[in-house]
C-alpha cells in the first residue's frame, strides 16, 4: 500500500473458492497483518431480467475485523444491474446496504441509488452513521462510490475523498503454469482466449470440456464415498469461514 514505507510496504492478501454448487456460494478472505486488517465474506447471487436489464441480487454478509481496536462491523452488498444490454451497455450498483458494530454501538445505512429513467446523475450513495443508543446521527455521506465523497460530521467538520485520486495498486498473481488445477486463471485459460478473440463457439467447445470434466470427478467422488469439500473454508452454521483467518493469530 502506498501511505506505508518504501523499504517495508504492506501486503493485502486476498483469497476467494467456491464453497457450494446449489446454491452457487462463494467465499472471500482478505487481510492486511501489518494494519491487523481483514474482512471474511460469503456471497451468492440471485438474477432477474428486467427488458432491457439484468439485476443481480447479492445474498450474504461479511464481517470487517479491526483486530487492534477489537471492533466486528458486519455488512451486506448491494445489488448489480447491466443496462441497456442489447446496445451499449453499463453497469451501476443500487439498493440499501447496512453496516453495524456490537462493540462501538454504531450503524450505517447506505443507499445505493440508481439512475432515474430520466436524467440525473450515475453512480449516486448516501450514508448516515448513527449512534444506536441515542439515534443520533453523527456523519452523514454523499456523493458518486466511484468518485468524489463528502461526509458531513455531527461536529461541523467535513471531509472529501476522491476515489479517482487514489493510487491503483497492481494484484501480484502466480504464473499460471504455477497455479493449481481448478484455479479459476488455469482452468478457465483457454475459454478466456478464445472469448478475448470472439470465437463463441470454441469457447462453448472449451466451456462443454471443463464441465465434462466436472461431472466425471463428481461421480468418481460419489462411487468412492467421498464428499466434495472446498479447499480455503469451512462451513460454521449458515456462514463460510476461512480456515486460517488472522484473527487466529494475531
Same mark, same amino acid.
Given at each position: 500500500?502506498?501511505?506505508?514505507?518504501?523499504?517495508?510496504?504492506?501486503?493485502?492478501?486476498?483469497?476467494?473458492?467456491?464453497?457450494?454448487?446449489?446454491?452457487?456460494?462463494?467465499?472471500?478472505?482478505?487481510? $492486511? +497483518?501489518?494494519? *491487523?486488517?481483514?474482512? @471474511?465474506?460469503?456471497?451468492? %447471487? &440471485?438474477?432477474?431480467?428486467? #427488458?432491457?436489464?439484468?439485476?443481480?441480487?447479492?445474498?450474504?454478509?461479511?464481517?470487517?475485523?479491526?483486530?487492534?481496536?477489537?471492533?466486528?462491523?458486519?455488512?451486506?452488498?448491494?445489488?448489480?444491474?447491466?443496462?441497456?444490454?442489447?446496445?451499449?451497455?453499463?453497469?451501476?450498483?443500487?439498493?440499501?446496504?447496512?453496516?453495524? $458494530? +456490537?462493540?462501538? *454501538?454504531?450503524?450505517? @445505512?447506505?443507499?445505493?441509488? %440508481? &439512475?432515474?429513467?430520466?436524467? #440525473?446523475?450515475?453512480?449516486?450513495?448516501?450514508?448516515?452513521?448513527?449512534?444506536?443508543?441515542?439515534?443520533?446521527?453523527?456523519?452523514?455521506?454523499?456523493?458518486?462510490?466511484?468518485?468524489?465523497?463528502?461526509?458531513?460530521?455531527?461536529?461541523?467538520?467535513?471531509?472529501?475523498?476522491?476515489?479517482?485520486?487514489?493510487?491503483?495498486?497492481?494484484?501480484?498473481?502466480?504464473?499460471?503454469?504455477?497455479?493449481?488445477?481448478?484455479?479459476?486463471?488455469?482452468?478457465?485459460?483457454?475459454?478466456?482466449?478464445?472469448?478475448?478473440?470472439?470465437?463463441?463457439?470454441?469457447?462453448?467447445?472449451?466451456?462443454?470440456?471443463?464441465?465434462?470434466?466436472?461431472?466425471?470427478?463428481?461421480?468418481?467422488?460419489?462411487?468412492?464415498?467421498?464428499?466434495?469439500?472446498?479447499?480455503?473454508?469451512?462451513?460454521?452454521?449458515?456462514?463460510?469461514?476461512?480456515?486460517?483467518?488472522?484473527?487466529?493469530?494475531?
Amino acid at each position: 500500500l502506498p501511505e506505508a514505507p518504501q523499504r517495508n510496504p504492506y501486503k493485502v492478501r486476498f483469497v476467494a473458492e467456491q464453497v457450494s454448487h446449489h446454491p452457487p456460494v462463494s467465499g472471500f478472505y482478505c487481510e $492486511c +497483518a501489518e494494519r *491487523g486488517m481483514c474482512v @471474511n465474506t460469503h456471497i451468492w %447471487t &440471485k438474477s432477474k431480467f428486467m #427488458g432491457m436489464s439484468v439485476g443481480v441480487s447479492m445474498v450474504g454478509e461479511g464481517v470487517l475485523y479491526l483486530l487492534d481496536h477489537g471492533e466486528e462491523y458486519a455488512f451486506t452488498f448491494p445489488s448489480a444491474y447491466a443496462r441497456s444490454i442489447l446496445t451499449v451497455p453499463w453497469v451501476e450498483l443500487g439498493g440499501k446496504v447496512t453496516i453495524s $458494530c +456490537a462493540k462501538t *454501538g454504531y450503524s450505517a @445505512n447506505v443507499t445505493f441509488h %440508481t &439512475k432515474p429513467f430520466y436524467g #440525473g446523475k450515475v453512480h449516486r450513495v448516501s450514508a448516515e452513521v448513527k449512534q444506536n443508543s441515542s439515534g443520533k446521527v453523527v456523519c452523514k455521506a454523499q456523493g458518486e462510490w466511484n468518485g468524489t465523497l463528502e461526509f458531513i460530521y455531527s461536529s461541523g467538520e467535513t471531509k472529501v475523498i476522491d476515489t479517482n485520486k487514489l493510487p491503483v495498486i497492481r494484484k501480484m498473481i502466480r504464473p499460471v503454469e504455477k497455479q493449481g488445477r481448478t484455479e479459476s486463471r488455469r482452468l478457465w485459460q483457454h475459454v478466456t482466449a478464445v472469448l478475448k478473440e470472439g470465437n463463441i463457439d470454441l469457447a462453448t467447445e472449451h466451456k462443454h470440456v471443463l464441465e465434462e470434466d466436472q461431472r466425471s470427478d463428481e461421480r468418481q467422488r460419489a462411487a468412492n464415498n467421498m464428499p466434495w469439500k472446498p479447499k480455503y473454508f469451512n462451513k460454521e452454521d449458515d456462514e463460510w469461514v476461512y480456515r486460517n483467518p488472522l484473527w487466529k493469530t494475531h
